[in-house]
């Protein structure tokens, strides 16, 4: 059986003699934990399928809005709205595939990769960005929206500097 040491802290009356956990007595291998992490990854799953369908109703509903809008008139032109609306729908879907790339590498590598959130978070704040109306919103909505584009920007770069150095490459 594999064991690992845990040192008594020091000053402890055990301090001379380390203390031995076995293995098998990590919180990963309770029975319940097991069943409840297997239960977790196949709702996981079940939201890449989810995902996957959410993915192609929105590819199929781009084309029937941006097919609709070409045949009104005047035919085969698009104004300045249906040009942003359209945007708009293709960064949902952009947003999505983001999303079912979390979904998938989280099933991967069991872990949540903090730079493929922050840019699946700056992806849906450039689509609002895309579809914002400044004539209908406030100025304390405008600055509010710039801050978010900022705080994850800042946070981006922060990941991506971060693993980069981690990697052993600084940019320049």
């Known amino acids: 059986m ?11 009356p055990k301090e001379a003699e380390p203390h ?8 990963d291998d309770e029975p319940l934990i097991r069943v409840l992490t297997k239960v977790i990854r196949m ?3 079940a939201l890449a399928v989810l995902m996957t ?18 045949l009104e008139p005047p035919f085969l032109l698009l104004n300045i709205n ?8 293709f960064m949902a879907v ?3 595939i ?16 903090v730079k493929i959130v922050i840019a699946t978070a700056l992806m849906a704040i450039a689509r609002k960005v895309i579809i914002m109306d400044l004539e ?15 705080a994850l920007s800042i946070g981006y770069w922060l990941v991506v500097v971060k693993d980069t150095r981690d990697a052993g490459a600084i940019p320049h």
Do not use: C
Request: hydrophobic share 55%.
């Open 98 to 113: 983001e999303i079912f790339i979390n979904i998938t590498v989280y099933l991967r590598e069991d872990v949540i990769h």
């Open 53 to 70: 369908g959410v993915i192609v109703w929105g590819v199929f509903d781009v084309m029937y809005v941006l097919y609709e809008r070409l």
């Open 20 to 27: 031995v956990r076995p293995e098998s007595h990590r919180p």
């Open 82 to 89: 249906d040009i942003l609306a359209t945007f708009g729908a």
């Open 136 to 150: 209908e919103l406030t100025w304390e909505y405008v600055v509010a929206i710039a801050f978010v584009v900022l």
């Open 43 to 45: 709702a996981v799953r």
């Open 2 to 12: 594999a064991e690992r040491k845990v040192t008594a802290q020091k000053g402890s």
């Open 94 to 96: 952009l947003i999505a």
